[in-house]
């Protein structure tokens, strides 16, 4: 069944994909920016960054739009996001190595302290954010693409041109990290 935003998404994308319609063009853009720019965020900790990949999102999906196909309510929304998901993975590989992060033994025995999983509902999503966002970019990633995006192991490795046992171990070592950043907020605010 089809919704009533549902529809007006489908106007907007024939005004632009059969008149390039640059009201339609804006619309389409305030209706999504918001939520495209909290996804790119996910991946990209700078702010201006963020700011140029979603333009160059933007001018990707506009010039794509003809290439759309509707599947059903949501789907110009998931397919905006791969898009946005897409650019950030680019601008991140021009600036980092997925698979360069260090096996150091030493970060491993300090995550392996404290193995338990901390209760998260008793800290603040503003903090959860923040730890995440404080990983290293690799981990960042991995933890975003297969926690956020549902994405195999499989997928993440042909996505960031790494082994699959790179991504399956940098996502543990993320995990790990991630529990230590919360456990230990969580001992120093007694949450």
């Known amino acids: 069944m ?18 390039g319609d640059r009201k339609a063009m804006e619309k389409l853009y305030r209706m999504h920016v918001g939520a495209l720019a909290a996804l790119c965020s996910r991946y990209v900790v700078d702010a201006d960054v963020v700011n140029d990949i979603l333009q160059e999102s933007f001018l990707k999906i506009f010039s794509s739009l003809p290439g759309f196909t509707h599947r059903g309510a949501g789907s110009l929304r998931a397919w905006m996001s791969r898009i946005v998901i897409n650019e950030s993975l680019k ?13 150091d033994d030493r970060l491993v025995e300090d995550m392996a302290v404290d193995q338990s999983s901390p209760d998260v509902m008793s800290i603040p999503l503003d903090v959860i954010q923040s730890a995440i966002m404080s990983l290293p970019v690799g981990y960042r990633t991995i933890l975003n693409l297969y926690l956020f995006e549902n994405m195999s192991h499989k997928e993440i490795a042909r996505m960031l041109n790494i082994k699959e046992n790179s991504s399956a171990s940098q996502y543990s070592r993320a995990k790990a990290l991630l529990a230590k950043k919360l456990n230990d907020y969580k001992s120093r605010n007694y949450v």
């Open 2 to 19: 089809t919704s009533v935003d549902d529809i007006s998404e489908l106007k907007l994308v024939a005004l632009i994909v059969d008149h």
């Open 91 to 103: 601008h991140l590989s021009h600036v980092s190595r997925f698979d360069s992060l260090p096996d």
